[in-house]
């Protein structure tokens, strides 16, 4: 069964970075559109960023777009998000998604409810 499980997240300061990895089990990753997705306390789900495995092509959101960078290792199947110069505003509870089935391009919130996704990994900045 297709499973996701998030690591890497932190507590750091603001300007840091970290790297957010996305480990796929019982299945591959090498067609799927892979996304990692945010949530605050009090905040609706936000997406940040995806990656359509078959070729690579990435989305980003506005508010991470320049600082942040999705990447993906078919072989490993592993989905990564290097995240710089984090500021406080990106703190929240951070998911990976994947699907396999979607209509049009491979964007941030192209992944439902429905879709899998892993437990999440908590990233606190701090100011």
């Known amino acids: 069964q297709f499973h996701l499980v998030e690591s890497g997240g932190a507590s750091v300061q603001t300007g840091g970075s970290l790297r957010l990895s996305c480990t796929v089990s019982g299945g591959s990753i090498s067609n799927q559109c892979m996304g990692w997705y945010r949530q605050a306390p009090g905040k609706k789900r936000e997406g940040v960023a995806t990656?359509?495995?078959?070729?690579?092509?990435?989305n980003y959101a506005a508010s991470v777009k320049g600082r942040f960078t999705i990447s993906r290792d078919n072989a490993e199947n592993v989905v990564y998000l290097q995240m710089d110069n984090l500021k406080p505003e990106d703190t929240a509870m951070y998911y990976c998604?994947?699907?396999?089935?979607?209509?049009?391009?491979?964007?941030?919130?192209?992944?439902?409810?429905?879709?899998?996704w892993g437990q999440g990994t908590q990233v606190t900045v701090s100011s």
């Open positions: 990656i359509y495995t078959p070729n690579g092509i990435v």
């Open positions: 998604a994947a699907t396999d089935f979607f209509v049009g391009p491979c964007v941030t919130d192209v992944h439902k409810s429905g879709d899998k």
